[in-house]
């Protein structure tokens, strides 16, 4: 990271559930030789001052952090408990060698309930030997997370939850000084709102131009990102009807298709320790 930077973010999936190219799909988005229309499942990296916070774990995580060349986790977010968000969770594993400390992974209520349920031989009793050591750890409110690492000088950084909707499901985004991250909804209440004041740079659920019941629409995911005001917005969880070149071309000025592998800065003078 540079000495100039505080928070630097990489997305490490911008596609919607199914990834772009969609199996069997040869529409010209899948077929595509644009490797920004190239999108594995929806996924976030964001580093601190030495301190690294995932963003959910779908199924492409492991092809995520090879490409990302993260190795080390402090700390898994979970914005909610979909299948394309966390059921790379056994990718984790390899980030518990030699690490005594467990990684400590934030959800609200539901999603940690439903991790419980769904990987009994991590979080139950009966936990498998040599499952991943994870510790569920249920957030509202305002965090700080810690390094894992022993050989770490790094300061606790705080995590802001952000609660918004998926149709009926109540979900988290989540907030780290000026980066805020909103996947997977149709639905930011005015308290939220009031929580993104000042943010500097949003990456926000932009999925199709076609209404769906359960995430914004191009148009409306403008209309909310003009409402926050960030400096730049960045729309993720993108179907195969949304060609980088052609949709990005046609954005209002500060507003961004966002890709795989594309790298954020937020500058220090608005960050948040």
């Known amino acids: 990271m540079s000495p ?66 993260i190795d080390r986790v402090d700390a898994v977010l979970y914005t909610h408990h979909h299948y ?21 992974c934030y959800a609200n209520a539901g ?6 349920n769904m990987f009994k031989y991590i979080f139950s009793d009966e936990r498998y030997p040599s499952a991943p050591r994870l510790r569920l750890e249920e957030v509202s409110t305002t965090f700080t997370v810690s390094s894992r690492y022993a050989d770490s000088s790094a300061s606790p950084v705080t995590v802001t939850p952000l609660p918004v909707f998926h149709g009926s499901l109540p979900i988290l985004g989540f907030r780290v000084g000026d980066f805020a991250y909103i996947t997977d909804t149709n639905r930011i209440p005015d308290a939220t709102v009031s929580l993104l004041a000042g943010v500097d740079t949003l990456v926000l659920d932009g999925l199709r131009h076609e209404p769906h019941p359960t995430h914004f629409t191009v148009a409306e995911a403008i209309d909310v990102a003009r409402r926050i005001g960030a400096r730049k917005t960045y729309f993720t969880h993108l179907t195969h009807t949304m060609d980088h070149a052609v949709e990005d071309a046609a954005l209002p000025d500060g507003i961004h298709l966002a890709y ?6 937020v500058p220090v003078s608005t960050s948040v320790p």
């Open 4 to 69: 100039d930077v505080s928070i630097l973010v990489r997305l490490l999936g911008t596609g919607t559930s199914t990834g772009v190219p969609v199996l069997g799909c040869t529409c010209a988005v899948c077929t595509s030789t644009d490797p920004r229309n190239k999108r594995l499942r929806a996924a976030c990296w964001i580093e601190v001052a030495g301190i690294g916070l995932l963003v959910d774990s779908g199924p492409d995580l492991r092809q995520q952090a090879i490409a990302a060349g």
């Open 260 to 265: 795989d592998g594309l790298v954020l800065e």
């Open 111 to 116: 999603t940690v309930r439903t991790l419980e």
């Open 84 to 104: 394309d968000h966390i059921s790379g969770i056994d990718d984790l594993r390899p980030f518990c060698f030699g690490v005594p400390t467990p990684i400590p």
